[in-house]
C-alpha cells in the first residue's frame, strides 16, 4: 500500500509518500542531518518514503521537521487503518556504538509520547537536538501512537540521535507485523 501527502505552508512545502515495503527511497528534506536519520529510519522499518521538501530553513529547520513529522504521522495513521491487522506493540533496544536508545509503541490510537533523552550536545553540524523531540512529537501526535522513547547510555550525540530514530523504526516495524489471525489487536475490538 502507497500512501500520499502534499503540505503546503507559508513555512513549508511538503510532498510525502509512505508505502508498506521496502522499495528504493528518496529523500530531500533540505537538512542534511534530518536526511541521514530518515534514510536509517526507511531502513530499519522497512517502509518505504519518498519526501521532496522546502522550507524556511534560512530562519532554522524548525518547521521542516516538525512538518515533516506531522505529515508521516498522517500517512502511517492511514497505514495503519488500512492495515487492521497487526501485532500492536513494539519494543527495540538499539546500541550504536557506546550508546544506547529504547523504544516501546503501542498502536492504540491513543497519542502519547515520553521522550527521556539528554542529548550531550545542542547541535550535530548545524542541526539543533532539541529538534529531534519536536520531530518525534509530531510523528507520534498525528500518528496516535503510545510512545515511550529512552536514551540508556550517552555519548557521541549524533550517536545518540541514530540511536533513537533505529530503535523508534524497528520497534514500529514490530507493531506494525501483519497477524494471521483477522482480529483488531485489542479487548475493545477497536483502535481509534
Known amino acids: 500500500m502507497i500512501v500520499n501527502k502534499t503540505r503546503n505552508t507559508a513555512e513549508t512545502q511538503l510532498t510525502i509518500s509512505l508505502a508498506d515495503d521496502h ?16 534514510t536509517l529510519f526507511t531502513f530499519h522499518s522497512q517502509l518505504s518514503i519518498k519526501i521532496e521538501a522546502n522550507g524556511d530553513t534560512q530562519v532554522d529547520d524548525h518547521h521542516v521537521t516538525e512538518d515533516i513529522g506531522i ?23 538499539l546500541p550504536m556504538d557506546e550508546t544506547l536508545a529504547r523504544t516501546v509503541i503501542d498502536i ?16 550535530v553540524g548545524t542541526f539543533d537536538t532539541e529538534l529531534v523531540e519536536e520531530f518525534f512529537r509530531a510523528l507520534v501526535i498525528n500518528s496516535r501512537l503510545t510512545t515511550h522513547i529512552d536514551l540508556l547510555r550517552g555519548g557521541n550525540t549524533h550517536h545518540e540521535i541514530e540511536s533513537i530514530f533505529k530503535s523508534f523504526a524497528r520497534a514500529l516495524k514490530d507493531a506494525l507485523t501483519p497477524i494471521d489471525i483477522k482480529v483488531t489487536p485489542s479487548s475493545k475490538g477497536v483502535i481509534e
Open 23 to 38: 522499495r528504493e527511497s528518496h529523500i530531500n528534506t533540505g537538512v542534511g542531518f534530518l536526511d541521514h536519520m530518515l
Open 71 to 93: 505529515v508521516l504521522g498522517q500517512l502511517l495513521l492511514e497505514l495503519v487503518k488500512e492495515r487492521k491487522y497487526f501485532q500492536r506493540y513494539g519494543v527495540s533496544y
Open 108 to 123: 492504540s490510537g491513543r497519542p502519547y509520547l515520553s521522550f527521556n533523552a539528554q542529548l550531550s550536545k545542542e547541535k
